[in-house]
DNA sequence: TCAAGCAAGATAAACGTTTACATATTGGAT
DNA sequence: ATCCAATATGTAAACGTTTATCTTGCTTGA
């Protein structure tokens, strides 16, 4: 009952009660060893905060010595695996370090990813990662201008063209490049002439590399007769991927399908089941990305797996070498790609033993 | 380049560049209208302010003020949909509110629990929303003794038999019993009566409730002969959920099985699978949750689906009537529960008929 | 002409910590 | 007796804001 409104008690009403001094209640109670403190005093110091249920204000404390304790984790959505993974080792990396990690969703949108980084300096956060939007590097110019560590982690984010700013961020992240490739060259090698592609035209590096991978990895095959029928979105959600799976199969009927988001994948495939399209026997299907859904459900997906723990605990050290401000031989390279790795299930159909 | 510490420019910066005091600069950085400002002047801090890329520190700030403008999320899990899914219209509320929402999670961990709601009490977090472990109530006491609002969600947490506290908290969550329920009787309806279940012996009271409910929705059933076998386990996990199923189906051979968890039911189904047992000829399925897996499968299950987006929002609305501290119908009542639905999928399997 | 009122701005106290510095009390050693 | 070191504690300044209070120079009405 009653009021809320400046009702913590302070390090004075401790002091007070304990019948000494704040100084003396604050190397008590930080377990700073610098002062000698009789065990009596201590002990009464203990059990006034205790009596008083004291918590010491990390606001106040923060103010005086300059260090926050907090990390700031900006993802996309949370519906994505990629990230909630990453988050999940970059959590355990940061606490192991004695920060306290935030997470927020910037929701794919640039101009929230603004706010909640604005936030995050407000807030006077020790580091930042980022999963950026499509307005990444511009959203981070603060960062760079008032030199707050930050490492950008699954989609690289570079200067506008018009930008005379070179300073590079840390990025760690997939082989998007090398991911589009392996579905490309897994349809090759079964065969696969007419495909489609279902991609997201995010101006994320990630999206342009997967459609170039893909490419490149199909090129070869198509040399000899072929089509290749794209369909895309500005956005990126399971509704979208079923839309544009409709789209493209209303419009032309290929053998095999890339998604290069598992997120359009979990619609595609409720399309087929919808149209009675049964996989692989009707149509085969690649995506990028190794949701649960995909792995558990029968036909197993073929899958493009991406090391989302490595990339949340290098991503993590990365930072953390940052805020040591040692010399660590981490921060000597700027931008960490892990290789990825086709998950074969049983979504692709041989065709060339017919 | 250059040094971290220290280095934000502070309000000072800003009046000296504007030559001007700090009392006028954060006037008109605030928007503050108490006062009158020349335009003349005005102009001028907003200049400097710029040029210095100042940022207010809400540190600072709130140790004057006496408001964080932050409320933190804890919930268990990022990958339990139930709980990220409510984050998500929760984090609208928040924000629309004007409050930002810093979201944690537990791992099902009382003892991070407990460090994390001292974490947010430290930070002065002006609210929480608790998606609790099973120390829920004990780690709470601590918002309790100080007063600080929160609301509990998805489960509900309650005073150990020892304690003489009675100050319920706010909770918003699902019909546990009913969701337990309706599996029950759905079963019974398509007669089965040789059925497992895999249950989690949480004792958080979701767990409890929803067997208690399937035992009713089936009891009736069973009173002419059937069987029910239950394999259960402390942790809840996808793996966790295969190791269940497995034990259970090397004992016995039911046609049927309730998975009382959605991430059980996700190990459960990949053991189904690897057996060679589908679903429903060899055996019938339905689970608590609706994960996007089960929806966009074949066979597309049967699932209690759980209002997560209710459960965010009205929760989000129950914690801001608390902090605008108005009189607000919301508040007198404690415990909002929200029905559950069966989203029929073609999983189970009708025996009445042979 | 002058007090009163008002516009436009400055000064300084306060928020809850941390910590440099000052003080007071001991017990030896000289 | 005197001085010093060691021990145990207190005082107060500082961190970056906000805001109550004070100051100054003008206007203006009687």
Redesign the pocket.
Known sequence: MGERR?K?P???DVARLA?????????V??G?T?????L??RDRVLDAAEELH?T??AV??S???NRRGLVFLLIPQFSNIYFTRACESLEDVIIANDFLPMICDTREDPERERKLIENAVAQRADGIILGPTSSGWKNTAILRKLNIPYVVVGREISPDKDSQEDNEAYFVGDDSYQAGFLAGQCFARNGHRRIGVIEWNGTVSSAMDRSMGFYEGIRRQLRNGGSLEVESSDVLSTEEGYRLTRELLQRTRPTALFFGYHSYAQGGVRYLAEMGLSVPEDISVIMVGTPAWAQFSSPKYHTIYQSEDWVGSTAGRILMAQLQGEESPLLAKKRYICPCQLIEGNSVKDLTRL
Do not use: C, H, Q
């Open positions: 400046g913590y302070t390090i004075k019948n000494t001094s704040t100084a003396t209640v604050s190397y109670l930080s700073n610098d002062r000698l403190i009789s009596e005093l004291y010491k204000s106040a404390s103010l005086r010595v």
